[in-house]
């Protein structure tokens, strides 16, 4: 079965530059959602392998967005990435401790976010 | 009697004739006595009068002792303390004693200053006897003052309420007095209010934070668009490549943008670079700005319309340029399509001479808590808005710089859903010019 990723990042350049990258190094399907708000309701009613989640986003930020996802039983077993300037130990220490399954630091590299995304997910390519 | 200091006399025969009265049991008194080689000095004479049945005084008994060195004693002490206290009444810095109960023994002028309760008002009160720490530094306070108690005296910084009500920041420098078995006699607080200095630190790491998300961004996309062209993943995929390309060009303007706005603002508000100030006709300055935002303006089939009176203000030109640029930019983002941008120039009087410019749009409007917050730096009405409309989120404070520093004014006046009016003011503080110096 072919693997869908959600990436949700209010930048919209970005989160193209992320879809094509994850898209052109793998056979993966990427959807994209430009908020927290719109990201939540895709993935409430599309079926998603996992979430690509921007951290920095004005009105609902990325933690905001993850923990309504754990909220809901529809959504609370999707694995959630988080995509963040903030890979400090003590950040990714945090982080890990709410439940997110891993950490991607910005800038990324586009030729390697794919793999990150799986070696994280435990996916084989 | 002759022999006694001119000033001492009258004071040593008062207290002799009390005892003489029978008012005092003994007469005690210090003066200065004069010797033979015309030196004074100081003795302290005590005694007693003898009386005979009938009453009459016999004779006095008593001594004279020499205490010229306990006077110069003293003296050198009443010196100290008033240069002490000269030190403490006029340093910079509020002074405040409190004894080993915490309770008040000095409260300078300095430290009625700062907190502005009188000396009066909080002597002998404890630390906690009036509303003086402010509650969320207690415990800081607390360990502060055990601190003190084990002879240990620090800097520590707190957060004090004024008499007024007010909270404000205060960095304490305090040292601790110990008697010889180790016990607190006294503390010496040195305090100065630094909630300037904190609200400047708060506001830059603040600016610092915002300004690092703002440039990560695009820098991730250009490192994000680039890696994928080097890739050749997309090579036979034009329309793609061509996406991508356009992603790393974008981003690259949009930092240019953001690094130039922070440089600008930044050499504008340390005002290391002066502007350079001449005459100007204000129609000139109109004309450069509308043809700088004329192609943005075709793009969305705006109509820029001006009014301009002819006029000259003393000004730096290229800065005038850059915030008719910005406003009338603005102006055009965030107005519907084949709509109408009035830029208008007026010649006022009152209250002083100026020249008044405006710049009115049919756009969106501003909510009324967002007009005074705007002409700060990153304050967009909505923040996805310099996403959208391509801004940084700098030019309205480039802006009220600029104004600021030709001392003039800057406003808003909008309607929600009507649309907003900038408003800028350029003082004219020099005589009338004479108009045909400034042919076309």
Redesign the interface.
């Known amino acids: 079965m072919t693997k869908r990723i959600l990436v949700i990042d209010?930048?919209?350049?970005?989160r193209?530059?992320?879809q094509?990258?994850l898209e052109?190094?793998t056979d993966w399907e990427t959807d994209g959602a430009g908020s927290g708000q719109e990201g939540l309701d895709k993935a409430r009613t599309n079926p998603f392998d996992a979430i690509l989640l921007d951290v920095?986003m004005?009105?609902m930020d990325g933690l905001q967005v993850f923990k309504q996802l754990q909220s809901h039983a529809s959504t609370c077993s999707i694995p959630v990435v988080l995509l963040t300037?903030k890979t400090l130990p003590s950040d990714r220490h945090q982080f890990i401790g709410m439940g997110v399954t891993g950490l991607i630091g910005?800038?990324?590299?586009?030729?390697l976010i794919a793999k990150q995304v799986a070696e994280i997910l435990g996916w084989t390519m | 009697m002759n022999y006694v200091h001119p000033d001492d006399r009258e004071p040593l025969l008062s207290t002799f004739q009390k005892h003489a009265r029978g008012e005092t049991p003994f007469y005690t008194c210090e003066y200065r006595l004069g010797g033979k080689n015309g030196q004074y000095k100081w003795v302290l004479a005590r005694g007693k009068v003898l009386w005979d049945e009938t009453g009459q005084p016999i004779r006095a008994v008593g001594s004279l002792a020499d205490i010229s060195d306990r006077k110069q004693v003293e003296e050198a002490l009443k010196q100290a303390l008033q240069q002490l206290t000269f030190h403490i009444e006029n340093t910079p810095l509020a002074t405040v004693i409190w004894d080993s109960q915490a309770r008040v023994q000095r409260w300078s002028k300095k430290a009625e200053e700062i907190f502005g309760w009188t000396e009066a008002e909080v002597l002998g009160k404890e630390l906690y006897d009036w509303q003086f720490v402010f509650e969320e530094d207690v415990n800081q306070v607390n360990q502060e003052f055990q601190r003190l108690q084990n002879g240990r005296g620090g800097i520590c910084c707190n957060r004090n309420y004024r008499k007024d009500g007010a909270v404000i920041s205060v960095e304490w420098f305090n040292s601790a007095l110990m008697d010889e078995a180790g016990n607190l006699i006294s503390i010496l607080s040195l305090a100065q209010d630094v909630s300037d200095r904190h609200a400047i630190e708060r506001m830059k790491n603040e600016f610092v934070s915002v300004v690092s998300h703002e440039l990560r961004t695009p820098l991730a996309a250009i490192r994000g668009s680039l890696g994928l062209l080097q890739s050749s993943k997309y090579d036979d995929q034009p329309d793609k490549f061509d996406h991508v390309l356009r992603i790393a060009l974008r981003n690259s303007d949009r930092l240019i943008r953001l690094v130039n706005d922070i440089l600008d603002l930044e050499r504008l508000e340390s005002g290391k670079v002066e502007l350079a100030m001449e005459l100007c006709q204000v129609a000139d300055l109109a004309k450069q700005a509308v043809e700088a935002v004329q192609s943005i303006a075709t793009q969305s089939s705006i109509t820029i319309e001006v009014r301009a009176v002819p006029s000259v203000v003393r000004a730096a030109a290229d800065a005038v340029v850059q915030t008719l640029t910005n406003l009338l930019g603005n102006a055009i983002k965030f107005s519907p399509t084949e709509s109408t941008v009035w830029l208008a120039i007026e010649s006022k009087q009152r209250p002083q001479p100026h020249i008044l410019f405006s710049i009115k749009d049919q756009g969106r409007g501003i909510p009324a808590d967002k007009l005074n917050l705007i002409f700060g730096r990153f304050q967009q009405v909505d923040v996805s808005d310099s996403r959208q409309k391509g801004g940084t989120g700098l030019g309205l404070a480039i802006c009220k710089n600029i104004v600021q520093q030709h001392g003039g004014q800057i406003w808003v006046e909008s309607q929600l859903g009507k649309g907003s009016t900038f408003f800028f003011t350029l003082p004219c503080g020099e005589p009338p010019y004479d108009q045909t110096d400034f042919g076309d």
Not at chain 1, 106 to 111: A, L, M, V, Y
Request: charged fraction near 35%; glycine fraction near 4%.
């Open positions: 209010d930048e919209r350049d970005l193209d530059i992320i094509l990258s052109g190094f920095s004005p009105d300037a910005k800038p990324f590299d586009p030729t």
